[in-house]
């Protein structure tokens, strides 16, 4: 293998990855696809199986089946490989969201509630 193919395959792989994160990141949060989110849940309502709308909200079964596109769109056809990509892609995106919500709640600022600030001023110093 020459460096030119070892490139190409690190750049499948981070294309696979990014694709199967961001993929899986869009449809489950972004607002840009509510209305996909909703039509899936109709259409699993419809076919009384309700349960199947909850692919859309959840990061681990929506990463699997990213995993499974993204894994045959850039790295293979063959099915144990697309398999494989789908349980690595349901593992990527539920690492990601909980490493986001981590990163989230580690800037989240805690704000003194109006019981706690009782004769105080606007300082903290007793008034």
Known sequence: ???LEMKMNFVQLFMFVVSTIGMS???????ILQWFRDLV??????????KLG??????LC?????GFFMGWVW??????EIFACGCAGGFLANFAAVYLNWIESATIVNLPSE???AGQ???????
């Not at 990141?25 to 607002?31: E, P």
């Not at 909850?54 to 990061?59: A, F, I, Q, R, S």
């Not at 929506?62 to 990213?66: F, L, Q, S, V, Y």
């Not at 790295?75 to 144990?80: A, C, E, M, V």
Request: overall charge neutral; some cysteine; charged content about 15%.
């Open 25 to 31: 990141h869009i449809i489950v949060d972004g607002s």
């Open 1 to 3: 293998m020459n460096i």
């Open 115 to 117: 019981e706690n600030n």
């Open 54 to 59: 909850g692919v859309v909200d959840c990061y």
């Open 75 to 80: 790295l293979s056809t063959s099915p144990w």
């Open 121 to 127: 001023n606007n300082n903290g110093q007793p008034t």
């Open 62 to 66: 929506c990463g699997t089946w990213c």
């Open 41 to 50: 849940k109709i259409i699993a309502f419809k076919i009384r199986v309700p």
